[in-house]
């Protein structure tokens, strides 16, 4: 649950980059700081999706070892 919870708080946060990024790029005439911010949230977004996707593939590590001890039998 504890990893549910973080990928929610992580795709939560990469809205809200995409709403801001969406209003720079509709802005005719940005200042300089706009850029410098725009760059700052493209990089928090590289690291979101990096984070994002190494949760996932140990979420699915976990899933699966989790199958294979439930299918496991054990000796009669």
């Known amino acids: 649950m504890k990893i549910l919870n973080l990928m929610q708080t992580l795709c939560s946060e ?3 980059i995409e709403f801001w990024n969406t209003a720079y790029r509709h802005n005719q005439t940005p200042q300089k ?3 410098v911010a725009f760059r700052a949230r493209e990089e928090r977004r590289k690291e979101i999706i ?3 996707a190494a949760l996932g593939s140990q979420t699915l590590a976990s899933q699966k070892k989790t199958r294979r001890s ?3 039998i054990g000796p009669i």
């Open 14 to 16: 990469l809205r809200a």
């Open 33 to 35: 700081y706009e850029g």
């Open 50 to 52: 990096r984070k994002l």
């Open 70 to 72: 439930r299918s496991y």
